[in-house]
């Protein structure tokens, strides 16, 4: 059984780009959850996808925006970078069903300059 | 919406002693209630949850916790501190039954082991 991976590991960006970050999800789960968790703070939710639609949503902007494919893999994008956007993002997969546990993946670390 | 509270960012004790992280939750409707470890650089490991049924939870590498409705907490023991526990540790609640998954999470609890 694989994990949940994210790509990449490690990203340095400039204020105002864009970045992409991936996930994949642990085989068998059909929902996936992005969270920010910046430095020497719990994660924060950001959203989460269940069968390629978001369907509920943290207090963050809509510059913060996402993706999930058939595969259930997915994608957090970032417009309009901040220095407050840098931070540890983590992704978490889980089964859909009532008592669903969240695996979480080992996370980017994304540094805005 | 719900809340955590950790209290104590900082938490130390020598190897053998017994390990109590506080945590203290506020939620609507009856929540399910983690608690995870991350190590250095690494993500969310889950410890153990709280969803329905007996209070006492216990949960991997000799962590459990206990439900208690009526003051809303789910603090974290260990019998025995052991050196490999030193990380940091969050506690989370989540509503209960259907709807979207995310989690709350407190700030963290940093668990530093003396020898």
């Known amino acids: 059984e694989t994990g949940v991976t994210q790509s990449p590991t490690h990203l340095i960006k400039t204020r105002g780009q864009q970045v992409t970050l991936r996930c994949s999800s642990q085989?068998?789960?059909?929902?996936v959850s992005w969270y920010q968790q910046a430095l020497g703070q719990g994660p924060q939710f950001i959203f989460q996808y269940y069968r390629e639609e978001e369907n509920g949503r943290g207090n963050f902007p809509p510059r913060f925006s996402g993706l999930q494919f058939p595969n259930y893999s997915s994608e957090l994008n970032v417009n309009a970078l901040e220095l407050d956007d840098s931070a540890l993002y983590l992704c978490?997969?889980?089964?859909?069903?009532?008592?669903?546990?969240?695996?979480f993946g080992p996370g980017t670390r994304l540094t805005v300059t | 919406a719900q809340s955590v509270t950790q209290l104590g960012s900082h938490v130390s004790v020598s190897e053998g002693a017994l390990v109590l992280l506080r945590c203290n939750y506020s939620?609507?409707?009856?929540?399910?209630l983690f608690w995870y470890v991350q190590y250095p650089n690494q993500g969310l490991q889950l410890l153990l949850k709280y969803t329905t049924g007996a209070t006492l939870v216990k949960g991997i590498n000799g962590f459990e916790a206990e439900f208690k409705k009526s003051e809303t907490s789910f603090h974290l023991t260990k019998p025995s501190a052991h050196m490999s526990d030193a990380a940091e540790y969050f506690c989370a609640v989540r509503l209960g039954g259907g709807g979207a998954d995310g989690l709350t999470f407190g700030k963290g609890t940093h668990l530093i082991i003396q020898p």
């Open positions: 085989s068998g789960h059909n929902t």
């Open positions: 939620s609507s409707v009856p929540p399910y």
């Open positions: 978490a997969s889980s089964d859909g069903t009532v008592l669903r546990e969240q695996y």
